[in-house]
């Protein structure tokens, strides 16, 4: 924990000695909020005009830039909403300036394709960042109508996904497991529902979407590949409101109101799917009460006591289950998180933040106590954090902080019955524990030119009880034997790793509308998931770093041009990227990793590289809007004891991804959008001969290669057409149609590929392309607010 004492003086030093701000400098601060519900905006653009600097607000919408006495102009933008200007007196003193924007009273503030201010993407120092705003993504054409967060990212630069009905994405050639999905700060573990289909996130109750794929800031850490920072509305504190939809296989409500006279506010939203219930009059024998439904449910509460003080209390609990009479199946998230703002003075914020997260899942035979199955799994954590910002001078923004983790990961409880005989196959569960400090400053350099560097340090301990167990390699890429008894931990520190993680980026202004950037960040991560299958399953293990598994470790650079075009009509960038990757996990043939008391046996440990470019055009204002993005990638893996010990392609490796988004408002009522994606296939390994034995054809790989063939191309073309209803649900608010059609021409995109006998020539063996997904499905979904 030594390393820990440098990072925190430096941060206390930096900040704690400019708290006696200079008699010659006043400085105006406030929080900048939505007119019509009282939510906070984050990313508003603060400009004083006669200095021509300026700050943006936080994600709390608090805002605070220090100038020398005087009289100035503020100036308030964020693109749907009115611009603002303000005269602030700093003459004498420090002044305060709450304000509310309204949004501009226009149609085409509807198809926004993002609530931020016009010059961002060029101004800011950030790069490798996407957000879309959530009125967007309730634009775009859906799976069965629902609007879905997850599947929208993947439509962006960077991101991609083994194919439809695979749970979460990929990033940058990352893995599943290796983006850190955050809602209102607390932890994701599984961020799907119905297998893939839909994800955990309920698009009523989100605010505000941003996706980090490089560049990564210190406050965040724990995973190498990505952010997903998802924040969560926090209610109507203007008045009562209540959203919902019905759609055809599931439905959703959303009810929303003030607190304490305007001081607070909270919201409350629902989802139930209920295709069994639809299905449920048409099934008989073995499926005749059959389960297969998903719900969630997801609240957050806030006060505002005063301009120093708010408290935020948010959580999600969601559940999907399958099953019938013999055999069910289930698993789920809940997620706690509890958040506190302190502005100690005009200049220095604080937000502390506790949250508590955990994913189960559950699978088991029903109603025979003489014979019978159960198995239940968890991952879950606790955790404290402290962030800090402190508004040093407008072109110097501190952050410091810290945060410390808990983990407890159980991988099974278990047992089975036979003959009235009960066996325990339980695993014994793992516990760790994360601390992490850090410091960072955005510095603006002149008129042109703005860094952003820091430095995390990260600290982890695998703690008893335990076993520690070592493995003798006996042929690489086969199984280790392990070396028994082992030694047993009970109690203390089983094995301890830190990291240094430092991060830079840098903008430089090539123009008035165009800047170079530059990025490089490393990445740590303790908690890991394991999946040997093609896609990840509610099934994964996760596990923690010890003895055995060592901390993956990512090193980034990426360099970037961002130019608009026609006063910021359009935007346009290219992004080329480098990743390494240390300590990657991988598995040796025919690995068993569910109930496996020598599962790290069955662990492999390699390297990886990933490089690409990233191009991106968006159109942000007319009656069309949208982009088109290509993605030039490749991801590659390089463990001992496969693939001859030569590099060889990831299983998510797609070399191009192109994606496609137009919205288009024919008129105040009808909106028409389309979805168009395209990406080669992802990488297989097929037999190259093949042996029988007993009328039995088993194939066989005689070079030892991986990843050498690929699966054929994906492409698919989804449509929609939004109606505004002339006739509103009773009498009053707003309602509409939404009619869409997924897979428009019906393509078979193949999910995998894989061999088998001939059924009628069992000699005779065929390759088989396995479609998720093979024909069109249309849908209606019918939306009301008011």
């Avoid at 060029?122 to 599947?151: F, H, W, Y």
């Avoid at 209610?235 to 919902?244: E, F, L, P």
Wanted: net charge positive; charged share 20%.
């Amino acid at each position: 924990m030594k390393p820990f004492l440098p990072i925190w003086i430096l941060g206390c030093l930096l900040a704690f000695a400019s708290l006696g701000q200079s008699p010659e400098k006043t400085t105006v601060s406030g929080y900048v909020k939505d007119a019509a519900n009282g939510e906070g905006l984050i990313g508003v653009s603060v400009f004083i005009k006669e200095k021509a600097t300026g700050v943006t607000t936080n994600n709390y919408g608090f805002y605070s830039i220090t100038l020398p006495k005087g009289k100035y102009t503020a100036v308030f933008t964020y693109v749907g909403y009115q611009r603002v200007e303000r005269e602030v007196d700093l003459s004498t003193q420090d002044a305060k300036l709450n304000l509310e924007l309204k949004e501009e009273g226009v149609q085409l503030q509807d198809v926004v394709v993002s609530t931020r201010r016009d010059d961002e993407n060029v101004k800011s120092v950030e790069m490798s960042v996407n957000k879309i705003d959530i009125k967007t993504i309730r634009q775009m054409p859906a799976l069965l109508g629902e609007v879905d967060l997850v599947r929208s990212i993947q439509l962006l630069p960077g991101v991609s996904t083994v194919g439809e009905g695979a749970s979460g994405f990929n990033v940058r050639g990352g893995d599943v497991g290796q983006n850190l999905i955050l809602l209102d700060e607390a932890p994701v573990y599984n961020s799907s529902h119905l297998f893939g289909f839909f994800s955990v996130f309920n698009p009523d109750a989100v605010k505000d979407v941003k996706l980090v794929k490089g560049g990564i800031p210190a406050n965040y850490g724990g995973r190498i590949s990505s952010i997903l920072d998802v924040r969560m509305k926090e209610g109507n504190a203007k008045k009562q409101q209540i959203d919902g939809g019905l759609g055809l296989i599931f439905s959703r409500l959303t009810y929303e109101r003030p607190l304490f006279k305007g001081k607070g506010s909270f919201i409350v939203a629902g989802r139930r799917s209920y295709a069994d219930i639809l299905a449920k009059p048409f099934l008989s024998g073995d499926l005749k009460g059959a389960i297969f439904n998903f719900y969630d449910l997801t609240a957050k509460g806030n006060v505002h006591f005063n301009d120093k003080n708010t408290v935020y209390v948010s959580g999600y609990f969601g559940r999907d289950n399958f099953g019938s009479k013999e055999f069910g199946f289930n698993w789920g998230n809940a997620t706690l998180s509890a958040r506190w703002n302190h502005v100690f003075n005009n200049r220095l914020f604080l937000n502390l933040t506790t949250y508590y997260s955990r994913y189960t899942y559950s699978l088991g035979t029903n109603n025979n106590p003489r014979d019978s199955f159960k198995w239940d799994s968890e991952i879950k954590s606790g955790s404290g954090k402290a962030d800090f910002t402190y508004f040093l001078t407008p072109n110097n923004q501190l952050t410091f902080g810290g945060q410390y983790i808990r983990y407890i990961s159980d991988p099974g409880k278990a047992y089975g019955v036979s003959a009235g005989q009960r066996t325990d196959i339980s695993l014994e569960g793992r516990n760790g524990d994360e601390s992490a400090l850090y410091v960072a400053n955005e510095q603006k350099i002149g008129s042109g030119v703005t860094l952003q560097y820091g430095l995390r340090y990260s600290y982890f301990r695998s703690l008893g009880p335990g076993d520690v167990i070592d493995y003798t390699t006996v042929v690489p890429g086969d199984r280790q034997e392990p070396n028994l008894p082992g030694r047993r931990v009970e109690k203390g520190v089983i094995k301890d790793y830190g990291n240094w993680e430092p991060r830079f980026s840098a903008k430089v202004d090539v123009g008035p509308r165009a800047s170079v950037k530059v990025s490089y960040n490393r990445m740590a991560q303790y908690l890991h998931l394991l999946s040997n299958t093609a896609a990840s399953s509610p099934l994964d293990v996760w596990t923690l770093s010890s003895y055995n598994i060592k901390p993956e470790i990512a090193d980034q650079v990426a360099l970037g041009w961002f130019q608009n075009f026609k006063d910021n009509a359009y935007e346009f960038s290219v992004e080329g990227y480098y990743k390494k990757m240390d300590n990657q996990i991988d598995y040796v043939r025919r690995s068993d990793l569910l109930l496996n008391r020598y599962l790290e046996g069955d662990l492999l440990y390699g390297i990886g590289r990933a490089y690409g470019a990233e191009f991106f055009v968006k159109k942000n204002e007319g009656d069309l809007t949208g982009w088109i993005s290509y993605t030039l990638s490749r991801t590659e893996r390089k463990v001992n004891g496969i693939n001859n010990n030569d590099w060889f392609a990831a299983r998510f490796d797609k070399t191009h991804n192109l994606t496609a988004v137009g919205i288009y408002q024919l008129n105040k009522r009808v909106t028409l959008s389309a979805n168009f994606a395209a990406s080669s296939g992802t990488p297989a390994t097929y037999p190259t001969s093949r042996y029988e034995f007993d009328n039995i054809i088993i194939g066989n790989n005689d070079n030892d290669s991986r990843n050498g063939s690929r699966i054929p191309w994906y492409h698919r073309l989804d449509l929609a057409v939004t109606v505004k209803a002339k006739k509103k649900l009773f009498g009053k608010g707003d309602a509409e149609w939404v009619y869409s059609i997924y897979n428009v021409y019906a393509r078979k995109n193949p999910f995998s590929v894989f061999t088998r006998q001939n059924e009628d020539n069992p000699l005779v063996t065929e390759a088989v392309r396995f479609s998720v997904i093979g024909s069109l499905i249309p849908s209606i979904t019918y939306n009301f607010k008011f």
